[in-house]
C-alpha cells in the first residue's frame, strides 16, 4: 500500500509540471499571435492611407490638368499654377463698409460707465477734434511741390537786363536771353503787395520778378539797417536769400579827368565795390573797384575765379535825359551779362545765376538817382514814404500823450469841484459830540 501511493503521488506531480509547462507554451502562442494581429492591422490601416492619398493626389493632378487646359485655351496665357487661397481674419471681415471714414471710437458715458471727469473732457474737446478727412492727408513732399517757387528749368550763357529808359519805361523791364524772348520780368512799385510774409520796413520802392505766366518769382528792395543799406534779394515766399552792399571810398587829389568832364564828379576819384553773400551772411560773389558809371566790370568769387562779365551797350549813359526827339534814335538801355563756361562753387549750375541779373536791375535803377559824390539821391516813393512814417508816428503820439494829457488840463478841475459838492451833499460836515464825558 505504501510503494502504491508513492508511485501515484510522483505520478500526479509529474502531469502537474507537463500540464504547466502546456499552458505556458499556449499562453506564449496567443500572445505572439495577438502581436501579429497588432501588426498587420497597423500595415492594413497605413496602406489605406497610402491609398487615400494616392487618390486624392490624382484628383489634384486632373483639377491642374483641367485649369492648365482652360488657361492655354483662353489665347495662348502663360501657364501659371493656381494660387491656393488662405483665408485671413482682417479689419474687413469684423467691420461694415461705410463711404466714409468712421469716426474715432469714444466711451459711452452710461453704458461703458465713464468717469465723470473724463466724460465732461470729452463733450468739451469733442467739438474741437478735427473729423476723419475724406482723403489721406497730403505728405510734406506734395505740400513742398505745391507751394514751391516756380523753378527755372534753364538759364542762358547770355542775358541782357533791361535799365529804366526814359524813352521806354522807368517802372518795368526784363531779363532776356540775348536778342530772344523774356525770362523774368520785372516791375518796380512804392508798397510792396505781391511778396507773402512779414518784412522789415523800408521806405525804398520793391522790384518785383514775374514769370513769363504772371506767376510770382521773388522781390528785391534796398533796406536800411544800423551797419548802413543793404539790398535784399528774397524768393517768392519772401524769405531773404542774397544780399547785396555797396561800398563807396574816395581817393583824395586830382579827379578822374573823364569822370570829372561826364558826371560832374571833380572832388577827387570815387571807387565802387560789390560784395555779395548768401543767407548765410557768407561772401559767395565780388565786383573789384570801379569807378562812377562804369561800363563793363567782372564779378567773380573771392578766390578770384571769374562769373560773369557784364558789360553796359553802347549808345548811354545812366545819368542821360533825353529830350523827345532823341528818343526817336535813342536805343534800349541793357546791361548784357555773359557767363563764363564753368562758374566756381555755386554758381555752377546754371539756374542758381538769376540774382547776378536782380543785382544789375537794383544798380541801374541806384544809378539814376546817383549824385557826383556818389551818394543815391532819395526818389518820389521815398519821399512818400517817410512823409507817411513821420505822420503816423506823429498820430500815436497825439493820440497817446498829447489827448489825455489835454483831457487832463481841460477837464480836471470841473472833474475836483463835481467831486467835493458830491461829497460836501452827501457826506456833510458835522460836529463831533463825545459818547463819554468821564
Avoid at 18 to 31: D, H, K, M, R, Y
Avoid at 76 to 92: D, E, F, I, R, T
Avoid at 193 to 218: C, E, K, Q, R, W
Avoid at 266 to 274: A, E, N, S, T
Wanted: proline share 8%; net charge neutral.
Amino acid at each position: 500500500m505504501v510503494g502504491s501511493s508513492g508511485i501515484t503521488l510522483v505520478a500526479a506531480v509529474f502531469c502537474h509540471v507537463v500540464t504547466s509547462i502546456f499552458a505556458v507554451q499556449v499562453a506564449e502562442t496567443a500572445a505572439n499571435l495577438a502581436g501579429i494581429r497588432r501588426v498587420d492591422t497597423a500595415l492594413h490601416t497605413h496602406a489605406e492611407r497610402q491609398a487615400d492619398t494616392a487618390s486624392r493626389l490624382r484628383g489634384l493632378r486632373s483639377k491642374a490638368n483641367v485649369f492648365q487646359k482652360a488657361s492655354s485655351s483662353r489665347g495662348g496665357l502663360k501657364h501659371m499654377q493656381v494660387p491656393l487661397y488662405v483665408p485671413k481674419m482682417g479689419l474687413a471681415n469684423v467691420t461694415d463698409p461705410t463711404p466714409f471714414p468712421p469716426p474715432p471710437p469714444v466711451l459711452h458715458p452710461w453704458k461703458d460707465m465713464q468717469p465723470l471727469d473724463t466724460a465732461v473732457g470729452n463733450y468739451i474737446i469733442a467739438g474741437l477734434i478735427a473729423q476723419p478727412t475724406v482723403t489721406p492727408p497730403p505728405s510734406q513732399s506734395s505740400l513742398d511741390l505745391a507751394f514751391a517757387c516756380p523753378a527755372l528749368l534753364t538759364w542762358p550763357g547770355e542775358v541782357s537786363v533791361s535799365a529804366p529808359d526814359p524813352c521806354g519805361s522807368m517802372e518795368s523791364g526784363g531779363w532776356n536771353v540775348s536778342g530772344g524772348d523774356m525770362q523774368i520780368g520785372w516791375s518796380q512799385s512804392c508798397i510792396d503787395t505781391t511778396s507773402p510774409g512779414i518784412t522789415a520796413p523800408s521806405m525804398s520802392p520793391v522790384f518785383t520778378y514775374t514769370m513769363p505766366n504772371g506767376d510770382l518769382f521773388g522781390t528785391s528792395q534796398e533796406v536800411q539797417s544800423l551797419f548802413g543799406k543793404t539790398i535784399e534779394i528774397r524768393d517768392c515766399g519772401g524769405a531773404t536769400v542774397f544780399t547785396v552792399e555797396e561800398k563807396i571810398y574816395k581817393q583824395a587829389g586830382e579827379p578822374d579827368s573823364d569822370a570829372c568832364a561826364k558826371y560832374r564828379s571833380c572832388d577827387g576819384v570815387l571807387y565802387f565795390q560789390y560784395f555779395i553773400k548768401n543767407n548765410r551772411g557768407k561772401l559767395v560773389a565780388l565786383t573789384g573797384y570801379t569807378s562812377i558809371f562804369q561800363d563793363s566790370f567782372d564779378i567773380t568769387d573771392p578766390a578770384g575765379g571769374l562769373i560773369v562779365q557784364v558789360s553796359r551797350n553802347a549808345g548811354w549813359e545812366p545819368p542821360d535825359m533825353p529830350s523827345e526827339a532823341q528818343c526817336a534814335d535813342a536805343k534800349q538801355r541793357l546791361w548784357m551779362l555773359k557767363y563764363a563756361g564753368s562758374p566756381p562753387g555755386d554758381w555752377a549750375v546754371v539756374t542758381a545765376q538769376w540774382p547776378i541779373a536782380a543785382m544789375m536791375t537794383m544798380l541801374s535803377a541806384r544809378d539814376q538817382s546817383r549824385q557826383p559824390n556818389g551818394s543815391v539821391m532819395a526818389s518820389n516813393c521815398q519821399v512818400m514814404k517817410t512823409s507817411g512814417w513821420i505822420l503816423l508816428i506823429a498820430v500815436v503820439l497825439c493820440c497817446c500823450v498829447c489827448i489825455p494829457m489835454a483831457i487832463f488840463l481841460v477837464c480836471s478841475a470841473p472833474i475836483l469841484r463835481f467831486l467835493e459838492e458830491a461829497e460836501t451833499r452827501l457826506l456833510p460836515k458835522r460836529m463831533g459830540k463825545p459818547q463819554n464825558y468821564n
